[in-house]
């Protein structure tokens, strides 16, 4: 049976209701949907992004990033705290040095499908 609309009306009437109730039973929660739409948010910054991609091989202190990227250290700083509370990147101390890293192998990961994608 092929899914209708019904007559007079825009709202869908699902026909496929063994397919329907398998997606619906799949689907995340809708706290870690709204968590994934805030990471992805995140993303939606292209200064942000920059950031990532400068620490994509090496950790970085916030002085040789804005060098990087000719930004001003403040600028820098602060995307930086969104990056970290959004645990996309870490930080350690070297004296009176802090150098900034990716948190780990899974940000690596997203950044490199997601170039992927946009490269096709």
């Not at 397919?19 to 995140?42: G, H, M, N, R, T």
């Not at 202190?61 to 990147?89: E, F, P, W, Y």
């Amino acid at each position: 049976m092929e899914p209708k609309y019904e007559e007079g009306s825009k709202d869908y009437i699902a026909a496929h209701e063994e397919i329907v109730a398998k997606v619906k039973a799949s689907q995340p929660e809708d706290e870690y949907l709204y968590d994934l739409s805030e990471l992805f948010k995140i993303f939606g910054d292209s200064t942000r992004i920059k950031i990532l991609y400068s620490l994509f091989e090496t950790e970085l202190c916030v002085g040789d990033m804005a060098t990087i990227l000719n930004l001003s250290q403040s600028s820098v700083s602060h995307q930086l705290r969104i990056l970290k509370d959004a645990k996309l990147v870490k930080f350690r101390r070297d004296g009176k040095s802090i150098f900034y890293s990716l948190d780990d192998e899974h940000v690596r990961t997203i950044l490199s499908m997601g170039m992927e994608h946009v490269e096709e």
